[in-house]
């Protein structure tokens, strides 16, 4: 059978998994945890160079104890970006050790559309308009003539960033999002917040600054603020993702990337996708965060359709968009 | 011969219902179930605001569009423009004064952000009307407005086979108006590569 092991480790969490044509068979991980504050970059990209060798070696002893044998392993799948760079180059440095030690090709995959393929994948759904909302993500895409096209994306901060702006802020601990979620469920009065939607485009970075306001200002409590905040932000998610399914003519969508865990979130796509006669996909909360499964799995599909890197392509780019990439495993409609 | 009653005519889109009838259009803001009622109540009524402010304000720059006969917290009424969507009848000419109009809302710094040749009518008596500006803002980016232009090309390539001469036509028509059409046009070049936005419909 053939086997692709990928590596996952853009930001905080450090991934690898081994997956089959079948099912995900072996998933091993470690999270960096930064003692203040938000992530930093060179401490997050120390922190995956210490566990590599044992993140990789769990993830293979873990296949072998499934009774696969590594012999099975067709090639080795890693994000080459997007994602923060000293984070990118540790992983791709051991992606390319591997791939060498064990004689089998290297693929470097876009971490975006991993979460996508993923998506499509675990919920079975063929062509859905996509939100894609992480720390540093918030896009709308589609798949159209051979790539996975941005229908609307962030003017500035994604909203998983603005969330975890303001959770530290108010000094909750790494990752804010979460904790935030619970905050507002507690919250019952809506505060104004600056709600913007140009054209497809979004801009989150005001409603950080509302948010303090709220606070500092006018004394609102955290639980309300948190709701409004919420409720804002996803609103205009949601909204915009709707307007994509209607230029596009689709009626399916799929919710990926770590804030998608964000029960609020996903009923009110869901709510959004009944009024509209469409259907809504969400995969697995360990699918919506950034795991090595997805990698792997991408990797399979590009391995199949003959797409693989070689050694001199397989520089890391902090920035890649989803855009940039060519799908080749996927009929041009 | 009289008619008693002329056909009404529903258009659903994604945040609006459009009726029309009696030589009136209505265009009514519809309730999302998904948003809090003060974020909804707000939004619709900011937006039937802004619509009416942005087609008056087009229009007095000289620029054809409806005119709006009443606004109400999520409705606008306004005239009935007689005549063929652009997607229908658009040829050279056309394109070129389409060109002309945008150029006049862009060196106003007013973005359409759905300039498709749906939103626009050429009515019986000749003239050019734009319509739907629901999602239109002021801004004076290069940026917005290539991404303007870029979805007005968008929209030629997916309707229209002779969408290379289509797009020189406009093009030509936008530089007469607009002082600083190459600025904007070497964006929308720019804005291709990236291979940004889907064409719409
Ligand atoms: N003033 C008008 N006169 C004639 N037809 C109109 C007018 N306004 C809208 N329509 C018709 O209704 C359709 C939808 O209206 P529009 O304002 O474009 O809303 P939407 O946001 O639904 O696209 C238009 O494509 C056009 O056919
Ligand atoms: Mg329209």
Redesign the pocket.
Known sequence: MTLILGLEGTAWNLSVAVVSEERVIYEAESTYKPEYGGIHPREAAQHHASELKNVVSRALRGAEGEGFSLEEIAAIAFSQGPGMGPCLRTVATAARALSIYLKIPLIGVNHCIAHIEIGRWQCGTKDPVVLYVSGANSQVLAYRFGRYRILGETLDIGIGNALDKFARYLRLSHPGGPKIEELASKGTKYVYMPYVVKGMDLSFSGLTTAAKDALDLHQHKKEDICHSFQETGFAMLTEVTERAMAHCCKDEMLLAGGVGANRRLQQMLKTMCHDRGARFYVPEAKYLKDNGAMIAYLGLLMLKSGDTTPIEKSAVNPNYRPDEVEVTWRDVE | MEKLSEET?M????????E?KDGF?Y?RRIEKRYRVKEIDERIRRERTKSEAKIISEARRKGVPT?IIFDITDYELV??????D?AREVINDAISERIGEFVGILHKNSIIHS?LTT??I?VSTDNII?F?????SFIESSTEAKGVDVHVFFQSLRGTHESYEQLKRSFIKGYRRTFPNASHVLKRVKEIERRGRYVERK
């Open positions: 005519l258009i659903q889109c994604a945040e609006a219902i459009v029309i259009v265009k409806p306004m005239e009935r423009i007689e005549g969507l759905d749906s939103n009518i009307y319509i739907d500006f629901g999602l």
